[in-house]
């Protein structure tokens, strides 16, 4: 399973010091949340930001953009060579087009859902899809606790996405305590924010959430 680090819940005015010592076997991804206060209440980064945290890092940038109308923020990503770039499916009537720009530009296409959306709202855009993204928190607002229908709601998606190939990733609540059933459930990446920098050393950290990962999907 693929770790992807939200630096949301990291110590920002320490990133350009903390990003160089993150070790690929440990965190896979640097997860990237842009929130424009419309989509969500909050304002978090922008393309100035992730251009800077790239300039500190190797580990490929994973791009989830809550922001409303994302036809007009995606192209301002492409210059990173992001691994995947996540628009939610409730923003925009456009998924479809909005996904073959993105490969065009040889990035993965990932689209997100709120806990509330339905699994079948991404049935039509299945082919054009490269990754899911769940949300198992409302968006937005950061330290909630992991949804209770989250693991249905995931088994769902992985039902839905299991003839085409297509990633599944999660995001929000992720801990020690929901990892291995995450794992069971056939989840490809999670995202972590506070489960991952809560003891100070998130490369010790993320190689351990790994290991139950491993160790979870051994025993089923």
Do not use: W
């Amino acid at each position: 399973m693929k770790i992807s680090a939200s630096i949301l819940a990291a110590k920002l005015t320490g990133l350009s010091q903390e990003l160089p010592t993150y070790k690929s076997d440990s965190i896979d991804l640097i997860h990237i949340d842009v929130m424009d206060g419309n989509f969500v209440p909050q304002i978090s980064f922008g393309e100035a930001f992730t251009k800077e945290v790239k300039s500190h890092t190797k580990i490929p940038l994973d791009v989830h953009l809550m922001v409303s109308n994302p036809e007009l923020h995606v192209p301002k990503y492409f210059d990173l060579n992001p691994y995947c770039i996540t628009f939610h499916i409730e923003t925009t009537n456009f998924s479809v087009r909005l996904a073959e720009e993105i490969r065009k530009a040889g990035i993965k296409v990932g689209v997100s859902l709120n806990p509330q959306t339905p699994p079948e709202s991404i049935s039509q855009i299945l082919p054009y899809l490269d990754l899911v993204l769940l949300m198992t928190v409302d968006p937005g607002f950061y330290g909630q606790s992991f949804v209770k229908s989250g693991f249905e709601k995931i088994a769902a998606v992985r039902k839905l996405t299991k003839p085409y190939n297509i990633e599944l990733e999660v995001d929000g609540g992720v801990n020690e305590s929901n990892m291995e059933e995450l794992a069971r459930l056939g989840v490809d990446i999670t995202v972590v924010g506070s489960g991952l920098y809560k003891t100070g050393d998130p490369n010790a950290q993320g190689k351990k959430l790994k290991e139950l990962a491993v160790s979870a999907r051994t025993r089923s």
